[in-house]
Nanobody, 123 residues
Framework: VQLQASGGGLVQAGGSLRLSCAAS????????MGWFRQAPGREREFVAA????????YYTDSVKGRFTISRDNAKNTVYLQMGSLKPEDTAVYYC?????????????????WGQGTLVTVSS
């Protein structure tokens, strides 16, 4: 599976942005899809994930109520809708695919990674 993330950019605090991650291959629907982020000088961290069949989602506490993960298996694409953005959301955002059945939050449990897209939130 090859992943291509897009949609990053510069946005003011309080604004919204939608990230997309397009996947190659016919087995996209089998994978748990996740989003991670890495802020300057910090370790990469889990943001959100969604089961292969959709429905079941999981978010890190800091984005609950502000971010929404979704997927369109027909388009081999996963999205991250981000709202009420804060300067601390500034990071490179990565999409990733996991071959496990259930939602995973650890980087080591994801098998494929996209190249990252930069989100900058100005105050």
């Amino acid at each position: 599976v090859q992943l291509q993330a897009s949609g990053g950019g510069l946005v003011q605090a309080g604004g919204s942005l939608r990230l997309s991650c397009a996947a190659s291959g016919r087995t996209f629907s089998r994978y748990v899809m996740g989003w991670f982020r890495q802020a300057p000088g910090r370790e990469r961290e889990f943001v959100a994930a969604m089961r292969s069949s959709g429905g079941s989602t999981y978010y890190t506490d800091s984005v609950k109520g502000r971010f929404t993960i979704s997927r369109d298996n027909a388009k081999n694409t996963v999205y991250l809708q981000m709202g009420s953005l804060k300067p601390e959301d500034t990071a490179v955002y990565y999409c990733a695919a996991s071959g496990y059945v259930d939602v995973r939050t650890a980087m080591s449990q994801y098998h494929y990674w996209g190249q990252g897209t930069l989100v900058t939130v100005s105050s």
